[in-house]
């Protein structure tokens, strides 16, 4: 039980440390844009990329695949700025949903990978890795669902109760997370290492 607290509290403290704060980007990008009301949409979305980050991070975790870390380190961010503009350009909600689906599936499959080099640093040698990969996926999902929570308050006090517009709030919101990404993606391509 003790072990399973550790990695559930490494899951839930990676996904919602400010020092990882491109999850959080990502995250924000892709439910900020939906209102309070619009909850199943965003849990549609949610579930998708926890599909895909579930399976990449248990596949490399499990040594099934070998990822370059410096790129999907580079690749993180280049699905926050995708996501980004893909709400920017895409006026049609129910287009823009089905796309984001299969965005935030894929892009998951990107974010698993980055989880799984962390929590891989964490087991070290250890053979044992089926409790703590369960338990630490456990922390992420419900530390994930957390920052959803929050993040669809903001947009509900931002809309709802400050009365900007829906629009305006969806332009802010993932102009400024691009330009964050799109910094992070300089910064990042300049220490990729091809091996």
Avoid at 39 to 59: E, Q
Avoid at 178 to 186: E, Q, V, Y
Wanted: proline share 1%; aromatic share 14%.
């Amino acid at each position: 039980m003790q072990d399973f607290n550790l990695y559930f509290s490494f899951g839930w403290q990676h996904i919602c440390d400010w020092k990882g704060y491109d999850h959080i980007l990502f995250i924000t990008a892709l439910c900020g844009i939906y209102l309070l009301k619009e909850w199943k949409k965003v849990l549609i979305l949610i579930t998708a990329f926890t599909i895909g980050h579930s399976l990449t991070l248990a596949l490399n975790v499990l040594d099934l695949i070998h990822v370059n870390t410096s790129i999907i380190e580079f690749l993180i961010p280049v699905t926050i700025a995708l996501t980004c503009m893909l709400s920017i350009l895409n006026t049609n909600q129910t287009s823009t949903l089905k796309i984001n689906y299969i965005a935030a599936l894929f892009f998951g499959l990107i974010h698993g990978l980055g989880f799984s080099s962390y929590l891989k640093s964490l087991l070290g040698s250890s053979d044992a890795v089926t409790g703590p990969l369960f338990s630490f996926n456990l922390g992420l999902e419900l530390g994930q669902l957390f920052l959803v929570i929050l993040i669809q308050l903001l947009t509900f006090l931002i809309v709802s109760v400050l009365g900007i517009s829906r629009r305006d709030w969806k332009l802010f919101l993932s102009s400024a997370i691009f330009g964050i990404a799109f910094i992070m993606c300089i910064e990042r391509f300049q220490l990729i290492n091809i091996e």
